[in-house]
């Protein structure tokens, strides 16, 4: 009862509640009697904190992004190949931890789970801050400092999943649209912040890019710790995974969400290092804007796609994406910054308006094909996985064309490959029939 007067709900909202310790173990959001005597208050306090939280997890997962291309400054010798492997190996270890992470929610509870999943970026940081201050250190243990930032990446699944609980279907949308806007944000901040606080008068000062977040880690355990709540309702059911790979479509989907998704991450992780080396002679640090206008627009393409419908829109970001690596190509030709630039925002633009109408549409094929809810819900979480795959994916692509061909413009061509196979399975499986007359 304490703990439900704390929350500032009424007496007959903390009956309903059942509150025990920071255990809720009634709750029915579809209930609106119960949804606005409390329970939206509720939510919204988790959600808040869930928001912080994961944006702290993008945070550390995408801070080797921004330090990677700083390493040669601060005494490191190492090649482009070992450079890329340094970006695109938090990305590959953050996705292979989603789907855990998505089954430690109800294993642990969404608060508890908050708290230790908070409390475990404090390793990647604080290795961080010691690994690049000895430049002696072998390129294998730094891999494996690198690898450690990937645990910010099995945030998102796990934030995700436990928001989900919270809310009623009619309010999931929004709910879980702010979350994951406000967690890819994350990998803006880390991209403008870091530059600022590791510059010194003599040079720079790598150790404060793990260190700057340490504060802001431990006020998202406390705040977790102190304000959240866990659910009692949600139950382990790993099933769902299982019975959701038995679809094509899962696996489909999962294909068209690497375009959109594993292009975010990726080209966001890169673009830092690919700026500095192909346009050395801009000092301006401009690198964040990529991943904030891909963030910013990911709620829109949700939007749009409950409109218009998620195949249409994921057409249209599919051949966006294809124009933009088109300039790209004609930028890297012409050594032209601004066109350089400007044709990665409209790339960083189209995937994230992707994102939001591919995840729009797997509620609605489960629907249409006779699917279960566990299916759609299982889907979810294995397309999150095999999407972010992505991010370690495009890297790669960059290392293995510089070293064969020496110049990023076959990577991109095969990109441009990648998005027209993507968007003639969209267009083939789910632009025809039933999925096209109900709107997938």
């Known amino acids: 009862m304490d703990a439900a ?26 209930d609106s009697t ?3 005597d409390g329970g939206r208050r509720i939510a919204r306090r988790n959600l808040y904190i869930s928001i912080f939280a994961e944006f702290l997890g993008f945070c550390v ?10 390493l040669p400054a601060a005494g ?26 998505t089954l430690a929610v109800p294993l642990f509870g969404g608060r508890n789970w908050t708290v230790i999943s908070a409390a475990l970026l404090l390793v990647p940081t604080i290795a961080l801050a010691f690994a690049v201050q000895n430049p002696d250190l072998s390129f294998g243990a730094l891999l494996a400092v690198a690898a450690l930032a990937g645990l910010g990446g099995g945030n998102f699944a796990s934030s995700m999943a436990n928001i989900s ?33 590791i510059l010194t008068g003599a040079g720079v000062a790598l150790e404060r890019a793990g260190l700057v977040f340490i504060p802001f880690i431990v006020l998202a355990m406390f705040l977790a ?26 696996w489909l989907i999962s294909f068209l969400y690497i375009g959109t998704f594993g292009s975010f991450v990726g080209f966001a992780g890169a673009f830092p290092t690919l700026m500095k080396g192909q346009f050395p002679e801009v000092t301006l640090s401009l690198a964040f804007a990529g991943a904030l206008v891909g963030s910013l627009s990911r709620p829109v393409g ?16 599919y051949l966006a994406m294809g124009i933009g690596t088109l300039g790209v190509i004609w930028s890297l030709g012409a050594h032209h910054f601004g066109m350089f630039f400007g044709s990665f925002m409209f790339l960083f633009i189209a995937s994230g308006i992707g994102n939001g109408s591919i995840y729009r549409m797997i509620p609605a094929v489960f629907r249409v094909s006779g699917g279960t809810s566990k299916m759609a819900a299982g889907c979810i979480g294995i397309a999150g996985a095999v999407g972010a795959f992505g991010g370690f994916l495009i890297p790669r692509g960059f290392a293995v064309s510089t070293d064969l ?7 991109f061509w095969v990109f441009i490959g990648a998005y027209a196979a993507m968007a003639v399975v969209c267009a083939v499986v789910y632009g025809r029939g039933e999925m096209r007359a109900a709107k997938v």
């Open 5 to 30: 007067r704390a929350a500032g709900i009424s007496a007959e909202a903390e009956r309903k509640h059942h509150r025990t310790g920071r255990w809720i173990r009634y709750w029915d959001p579809e």
């Open 34 to 36: 119960f949804w606005n």
């Open 61 to 70: 997962w995408a801070i080797w992004s921004i330090v990677v291309p700083q």
């Open 76 to 101: 490191f010798a190492l090649t482009a190949d070992q450079m890329f492997w340094l970006i695109g190996t938090p990305a590959l270890i953050g996705a292979t931890l989603r789907i855990p992470y």
């Open 165 to 197: 609980f919270f809310y009623p279907e009619r309010e999931k949308g929004a709910a879980l649209g702010m979350n994951a806007a406000g967690g890819n944000i994350g990998t803006a901040a880390v991209q403008f912040v870091v530059p600022l606080v």
């Open 225 to 250: 710790w102190r304000f959240m709540d866990n659910l009692g309702t949600v139950k382990t059911d790993p099933r769902q995974f299982l019975i959701a790979t038995r679809s094509r479509h899962t």
């Open 302 to 317: 949700g939007m749009l796609a409950d409109r218009l419908g998620g195949v249409v829109i994921s057409l249209l970001s």
């Open 405 to 411: 061909a020496g110049s990023l413009v076959p990577a």
